[in-house]
């Protein structure tokens, strides 16, 4: 059969692995890409400019044109609406293919999102299992019941299949690039995952909602990881093939193993030698786990400390580290000398200005942070922080009718609807966030104490200064991810305006 995924903004490591697997079962595998420049789901949306530089139409003739037997879509819930609507708009000119809907997106909200009329399949959790034996049903009788996780429609009538938790440890197929080789630099930046699942089940997080879906089903530890040497050989033929420069190990966390990392930051500059960027938690930077990442080649840390009020941190957002510690975890970074990130959410419940200012306090002397990160709430559907909310009422259901459609703006630009006072004050220190890379510490001191930072309320346009600091920023403080990203728009655009741009994968 002829399989396509259809996929906007980046790329995507789910599409890259299911690839794999469906070429390995001897389908037809293509990826259809639409970079939607200025509204990706990745940053902040510009209107004028998105309409202006918009291909999706170029995307679905392209897909009309091969004809598929399948599209196939890992949705997320900022994709959501994009996915339902160019499905439709090729269902218009093209009949004879079915959809398969898999993703954290379908998976918290399967009822929900087999009403669609452009849904025909919904896979739960994890797809390498279902999506195998779906295919094989599509070519051989047709027989859904024995799928498990699926979700399909027979008659007008929903049925499910048993809900069964398949992924082992160790049972990670290789990503296939060579999907994504007409969209992505990859000699410039190699992204792959090496876990699944996590050391925490944070509130805001989709990790949330599976550690309490699959909690019933699952034997042993949530955080399933592929071994140090799986690793190295998939990194060191990469490295062969792509002439790479550069890493990106975009699990939540890199390991949850002493015994993994210990093995990992050993063998990796021996055998790899790249820079390499990876995520950690406070809690795992209390002893030498920073001068080891140093050691071992890594470039950028980008830990997820998302607020400094610890009852925030606690009750809201189910984090057990204490402030103490995460400031620890600031000193460890900064005496390895790592250049590093941290991550914060803009919104939270019960996070109050002054919490605010005492982040920036504590994060601005920090000589390796090159970036403050900044996420806004974002509410997703099922996990605890939205429970939360609908409970005390910060949320009612046409809020939650709004999650679980996906008509909420992306956590990188300015999340879940909120008042509008509210969101222009935290606006201001999104800008001073952004500032602290390249503002001394004395001055930033000076503005908080005499309270002169409250000048940015008053700027008419925010976003536009936000923007124009991170540019700047990234550019100063040599980000090698935000500068590539940069790179990359950049000569999408110029491939939009000559007419080089391709939307399908050879």
Known sequence: MKIIFPVMGAENISVAVMATLCKDLGHSVKVAFDRALFDDKQYFSIDFLANLFDKKKQVIEEIIKEKPDVLALSVFSDNYQWSLDLVRRVKEKHKNFVTVWGGIHPTSVPAEVIKEDAVDFVI????????????????????????????????????????????????????????????????????????????????FCSENFKFDHEA????????????????????K????????????????????????ISEFCEKYPKEVGLPFRVMVQPLQLQKDYASMLKEAGCHHVQMGIESFNAKVRKEVLLRDETTEQVVTALEKLDEAGINFSADLILGLPGE????????????????????????????????????????????????????????????????????????????????????IPVVPHKLMMWMLDTGTYKIFRYIPFQIALIIAIDVFVSYYRKDYYAKWIMKWYVKQLWKNIT??????SN
């Open 216 to 235: 019933e089903l699952r034997e042993g530890s949530f955080i399933r990881e592929k071994s140090v040497d799986t690793v190295i050989q998939e990194l």
């Open 499 to 504: 007419g080089q741009t391709k939307y399908i």
């Open 237 to 260: 033929e990469m490295k062969e093939r792509y002439k790479l420069r550069y890493i990106d190990i975009k699990n939540n966390v890199l390991s949850g193993s002493k015994k993994w």
């Open 352 to 435: 109050k200005e002054e919490d605010l200012i005492y982040a920036l306090k504590t994060l601005s002397p920090r000589k390796h942070l090159i970036r403050a990160s900044i996420f806004w709430l974002q509410y997703a559907p099922n996990v605890d922080i939205t429970k939360q909310a609908l409970s005390k009422g910060f949320i009612g259901k046409d809020e939650e009718r709004l999650i679980n459609e996906g008509l909420q703006d992306n956590y990188l630009s300015t999340g879940s609807p909120m008042e509008g006072e509210r969101k222009r004050i935290l606006k201001t220190y999104h800008i001073l966030y952004r500032l």
């Open 124 to 203: 739960e959790g994890d797809g390498e299992l279902p999506m195998t034996k779906l295919l094989h049903a599509l070519e051989n009788g047709k027989v859904f019941e024995d799928v498990p996780n699926l979700w399909f429609k027979r008659d007008g009538e929903i049925f499910s299949g048993k809900h069964t938790y398949l992924n082992e440890e160790g049972s990670f197929p290789i990503p296939d690039k060579n999907v994504f080789e007409n969209f992505i630099p990859m000699e410039e930046y190699y992204l792959t995952v090496t876990n699944k699942g996590c050391i925490q089940k944070c509130s």
